[in-house]
Every structure is written in structure tokens, then in C-alpha cells.
């Protein structure tokens, strides 16, 4: 067995669907502009530059959802998917998702973006494994606050562990791994398979990736 891993934000995507997902919001009104937007771009910034206290960012990201019902929720992460991540998707991301799935390799999609916006996009990628940043949830509606560990920076191997182990696998069940990512962020994920790939990488990942004689490729072309 296989293991294909994939970061989802400016991998699969040519975008961040966390970042979007607030914009939509406040293009939607739903979100103070005045209030959010400035923030939003901070926290952005911060992420790209390896400096993002993710539980911070969070309380920012996850707070809304409490404030609004989940039918309502889920018709404004309709429209979002719809009109601002499908024409997001990079080229070459389902050819290279189909590459792995013709290989029957376990393909799982690891993203710091919680699973309420990213799950849709995974079914529409056609991979049916996700590990996300999850929401905590009361009688099916949102808290506003965060459950388990999130899945970021060391945090995706630990969730990533968790989700094997409850699998009845672990990382001697694969003969193979890989992980495509953009992010330094990511760095304690790539380090961890066999084959790390720097996919459309930042400035830091790409020097790094150079270094050490990975692979570094681009889906947008």
C-alpha cells in the first residue's frame, strides 16, 4: 500500500479557501468589512510567513459560525463553493489526483482549514479522506470554538497519526508516502514521508525543497 497525501490551500486550489471563505463573508455582509477584512489580510500574512498562532486565528475564523444557523450556513457555503473555489481548482490537480487513485494509493486531503469548508471541496476533488481543522458542534450547530488538535504545521502528523491508528494503520503500512504542499508550514509533514513535493511552493518551502534535491512542481500551468 501507498500513501498520497495532499495540503489543499494553493496546492490543489490556486487560493486559500480559509481566506476566501471570510471575503465571501463579507462580500455577503454577514462579516463587518470595517471590522473583518483588515484582519483577515493580518492573519493571511502571518500564515505565509510561518508566524500564525493558530488558535488566534481560530477564535477569529470559527467565531461566525456560531453566530448563525447551520441551514443558513450551509446555503452561503454553497454559493462560496459554487462561485469562488471551483474556478479555484488548479489545472493539474485532478490529473494528479488520478495518477495516485489509478495506483490505488490511500489518498487523504490534510488541510489547517476547518472541515465545514473544506469538506465540499474534497468531494468535488474526488477524495474521499479528509483531515481537517474540526469545528466544535453542539446539537449540529457550531460553538464558535475548536475540537482536538488542529491540523497544523507538527499538528497534521499528529492528526494524521490519529487517523491511521483508528484505521488499524500506521506508517509501516505503506511502502511508499508523499506529500504535496506549498508551505513552509508543512516542512514537519514533508519531512515525514518519502517523498516529499513542493508543489507551487513559497519563497522559504521552494529554497528548502532546492536544498534538498525535492521535487518541486506547479499544478497551474
Known amino acids: ?17 480559509d481566506f476566501q471563505w471570510a471575503q465571501f463573508l463579507i462580500e455577503q455582509q454577514v462579516l463587518d468589512r470595517e471590522v473583518y477584512e483588515a484582519r483577515n489580510i493580518e492573519f493571511y500574512e502571518q500564515y505565509k510567513a510561518g508566524t500564525l498562532d493558530i488558535h488566534e486565528f481560530l477564535d477569529f475564523q470559527l467565531k461566525p459560525l456560531s453566530r448563525h444557523p447551520r441551514e443558513q450556513l450551509n446555503t452561503w457555503r454553497s454559493d462560496f463553493i459554487e462561485r469562488k473555489i471551483a474556478p479555484l481548482i488548479a489545472p493539474g490537480a485532478r490529473e ?49 470554538r475548536v475540537t482536538g488538535i488542529p491540523s497544523f504545521q507538527a499538528g497534521k502528523i499528529t492528526r494524521l497519526e490519529q487517523w491511521l491508528d483508528a484505521h488499524n494503520l500506521t506508517w509501516l503500512s505503506f511502502l511508499q508516502s508523499w506529500f504535496y504542499s506549498d508551505s513552509l508550514n508543512d516542512l514537519p509533514l514533508l519531512k515525514r514521508v518519502t517523498h516529499p513535493v513542493a508543489v507551487d511552493p513559497d519563497a522559504t518551502l521552494h529554497e528548502y525543497a532546492k536544498k534538498s534535491g525535492w521535487p518541486i512542481i506547479s499544478l497551474r500551468q
Open 96 to 144: 494528479l489526483i488520478a495518477r495516485h487513485q489509478a495506483e490505488k494509493d490511500l489518498c487523504i486531503i490534510i488541510t489547517a482549514t476547518n472541515s465545514f469548508v473544506t469538506a465540499p471541496i474534497a468531494r468535488i476533488l474526488g477524495i474521499d479522506h479528509l483531515i481537517a481543522t474540526e469545528p466544535e458542534q453542539k446539537n449540529g450547530e457550531f460553538t464558535g
Open 1 to 17: 500500500m501507498k500513501l498520497a497525501l495532499f495540503d489543499l490551500d494553493n496546492t490543489l486550489l490556486a487560493g486559500d479557501s
